[in-house]
Each structure stands twice: as C-alpha cells, then as structure tokens.
C-alpha cells in the first residue's frame, strides 16, 4: 500500500520501518484533539473561501463519522498509517472522497502535531486542576474535624514541639495549593493555538489564525511559527507540574507509611484501602502510599526523558520529537489514579488521637516552652535559660519521665528561681495554643489558614 507521502519514493518501506516509524500505537490517544482541530481547519478553509461550503460539510460529517468509528471500536488501525493525523485523513477520504483530500491544504503535520498535543495537555492541566481542588478540600475537611488533636511536630523525624494535626493537614493543603496555581499558570502561558503554522514557515494560503484560535478555545494564535513546531514546553510544564505534585505526594505517602506502623499508630488505614501479606496472615500493608511513593519516581524520569529529547535539536521540528508523548500519558495516567486513591485512602483513613496524644508525651516536646518561660518570667537570657533547661531534660531522663510530668520541687532542684507559675508552660497543649503567631499552629491561627484555603477555593470555582 502507498503511503500518503510515497510520490518520490520508488521502494516500499520496510516493514520493519513501518513499525519503528510509527507513533500511531500511542498517539492514537489523541484522535478527539485530531478531529476537533480539523473540523476547526476546515470550518477556517471554507470561510477563507479554499474550500466550498458543500466540501466543508461532507468533511465535518466525514470526521464525525469517523469518530464514531474510533469510539465504537469499528476504525481499522493500521500501523502503515504511521500516525493518528494520517490515519484519519486516509480514513477520512475513503468516506468523503475528494473533499477529504483537500482537508490538509495550508497545514502539515507539524503544526497539527503540536496543536493536538497540546490541547491534550491544556485540558490535562485543568482535569488536575479540579482533582487537586478536591485533595484540598479533603485536607480542609480534616484540619476542621482534628483541630484539636495534638501531636509531635518534627524536625530531623525527632519529636521537637507539639502542634496540633488540623496544622499538619494544611501544611499539605498548602503544597496542593501551588501544585493547582501551577497548572492554572501552565494553562495559561500555553494556551495559544499552532494551528496554521503549517511545516515551519506560515503559508502562502490566506488562513484566519484567529479564528482557529477562537474556534478551539484558545486566547490568540501563536505569535512564531518556527518556534511553535518545535516548542514541547507545554509538554514539559505539565511533567514538571506532576513530578512536583508526586513529590508531594509522595512526602505525605511517606508519613502515611509511617503513621500507620506499629511504632506510629497515628493512622489506621481502611480495609479498602489496604492490602494483605501471601504469607504472614497477621499483615496489613499500606501498599497504596508505598505506590504513591514508587510513582513519583517514573513522573521524575519521564521529566528528565523528554528535557533530554528536546536538548539540543536544531529548530525546527525533528522526528525526535515523536518522543514526547509516550512519558506525558504515563505521566499523567499515573498522576490523575494517585490522586484520585490519595483522596480515598485520606477520607477513609481512621485517626487515632489517643496515639497521637501519648506521642506527645515523649521526648520533652516543652522544653522550649521551659525556656521561654526563664526569659519571659524571670528575664534569665536565652543561653543561660538553654542550659538550665537541658538540665531539667537531663533529670526528666534520670527520673524515667517527660519534662512536662516534672513536679515543681524538681524543677526548683535544677533552679530555685523556678516558682508554680511554670507549670503551665510544660503542658503540651497550652504549648501548642502559644504558638500563636502568624503562620503558628494556635487554633486560632489554623482557623485563619482554614478561612484562606476556603477561600482560595472559592475564588477558584468562580473563576472556572
Ligand atoms: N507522528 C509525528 C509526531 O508524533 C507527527 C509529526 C510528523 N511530522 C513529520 N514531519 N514527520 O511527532
């Protein structure tokens, strides 16, 4: 069978070629962009007055038809096709005849290429937009419900400073929180349509660029057509936006994995949401986060493959690029599950405050809260009041205690100027209620970060 660009050639390819040629096995993923900014082309074509009105019709009816057939499983792919543009307009023509063949008038490949794939991602963008937002309001949900709920904040994975677990849960809430503006950014820097670039230079045929522009939802037609088929930045963004988002992910992943271990037992993980051991029967393994975990890794790598792809190609395009799609639907396949199962496992998971509590009971969380209390009270500087205090650690260790079960007679052996009023400084939860400063973990701080991400979210919707 001749291919559509077989004119100056006089052998077949080889089959061989034919199959590592061809992007068809995986870009046929974007045969509704494909249709979509064809029926665009073609609309364009007939009101420049390239095609007539009765070509224009019998093509958008054509490609409907074909996408009926994509959709119902009826399309005969064939890897000779090379890729989903051909495979279409060669499907298209034997429906329509003539008109079919007219379809590609002032365009290439180059310019339809980078049109779908980018649709692709722009709408991708947004799906992970509105997903993020419901991650978001979970960790809002959960930060109203455990406002009151203590635990060890801390540093190096030591117990530094009790903090309450609504405070942990909008740490994330935060992290997601630029995860959603970078993809709105992303969208918006891209969303400027290839279409008409044709191979590299423009065309000689009088295309309405803006209309195509507008027919697709786009702010404005690209401004360099030689930039614009050799740009993947778009591509790249939405790698970039998703490994980060993993790494995220896969942070809190990691906290699950710990919080729900016998050492921990913060968490409980929902039965749905766990699974089981081949042979220890006793097991409940929290696969799910250890998945998250291992995911992030292929969204790095897939970032990496295709910045390496994209290094030093001469403008304009090149065949290398045909390299770019295969990471990005891994990629994003990947991305848009872990979100969704993210958003499960948090919403099912059980939260044991007893455990949390009795974890701030160990390993002096107050002691700073013991030093402040020397500067403030009894105006004993800061270094002297760091001394004194590590003493208190010292004999709380002696005494087989946390520093906040220390009596007042014991902490007078360590410094006689210590008087009752100390006592409250050593509890853990007025410690944490102290912390009260912009940002702090006080309730009432955390009301106010509640308040922001709700509105943020807010705004958001009515933006959307
Ligand atoms: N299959 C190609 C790709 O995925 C489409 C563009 C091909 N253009 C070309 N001149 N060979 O990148």
């Given at each position: ?9 006089e052998k077949e390819a080889s089959a061989l070629l034919d199959e590592f040629n061809a992007s068809l096995p995986f870009d046929k993923n974007l045969y509704k962009q494909d249709i979509q900014g064809s029926i665009a082309h073609a609309k364009m ?117 009790p903090i309450n677990f609504a405070y942990h849960m909008l740490a994330y809430a935060s992290m997601f929180k630029r995860d959603i503006e970078r993809f709105l950014d992303s969208y918006e ?276």
């Open positions: 069978m001749a291919k559509m660009w077989s004119g100056r050639f074509l007939g009101r420049q007055g390239i095609l007539s009105v009765e070509e224009v019709e019998s093509i958008i009816e054509g490609l409907k038809k074909v996408q009926d057939e994509i959709e119902s499983g009826q399309f005969e792919w064939n890897i000779k096709d090379e890729d989903i543009h051909m495979a279409i307009e060669k499907r298209l023509t034997e429906l329509v005849g003539e008109a079919g063949k007219k379809l590609h008038t002032a365009r290439s490949r180059n310019d339809q290429v980078a049109l779908d794939f980018r649709l692709y991602v722009l709408q991708k963008d947004l799906h992970f937009v509105s997903l993020l937002e419901n991650l978001v309001t979970t960790f809002i949900d959960l930060a109203k419900k455990y406002k009151n709920v203590l635990l060890p904040g801390m540093t190096h994975l030591q117990h530094a400073q820097r891209n969303n400027y349509s290839p279409l008409g670039c044709a191979a590299l230079a423009g065309t000689p045929h009088p295309v309405d660029r803006e209309f195509t522009a507008k027919e697709l939802g786009f702010e404005a037609p690209t401004i360099n057509c030689l930039d614009t088929v050799s740009d993947r930045d778009f591509a790249l963004e939405i790698l970039f936006n998703i490994a980060t988002m993993m790494m995220h992910i896969s942070r809190l992943a990691e906290e699950l994995i710990l919080w729900s271990s016998y050492e921990f037992g913060y968490i409980t993980l929902s039965d749905e949401y766990s699974t089981g051991s081949s042979i220890m029967p006793q097991k409940k393994n929290p696969d799910v986060p250890e998945l998250l975990r291992g995911k992030t890794g292929r969204a790095y790598g897939n970032l990496m493959a295709l910045l390496t792809v994209m290094k030093g190609l001469p403008l304009a395009y090149n065949k290398d690029m045909q390299e770019d799609k295969e990471g990005v639907f891994d990629s994003v396949k990947n991305a848009e599950i872990s979100l969704i199962i993210l958003n499960e496992v948090l919403k099912t998971m059980k939260v044991n405050e007893e455990r949390m509590y009795r974890a701030t009971k160990i390993g002096h969380l107050t002691a700073t809260d013991l030093a402040d209390y020397l500067v403030q009270k009894l105006h004993i500087p800061f270094r002297e009041a760091h001394h004194i205090t590590g003493r208190a650690v010292a004999l709380a260790e002696k005494l087989g205690k946390d520093i906040s079960d220390l009596t007042l007679e014991e902490l007078r052996q360590i410094d006689s100027r210590i008087e009752a009023d100390v006592l409250p400084y050593l509890d853990v939860g007025r410690s944490m209620e102290s912390r009260n400063s912009f940002g702090g973990t006080a309730t009432q701080q955390v009301e106010k970060q509640i308040a922001y991400f709700e509105d943020f979210l807010q705004k958001l919707k009515k933006s959307s």
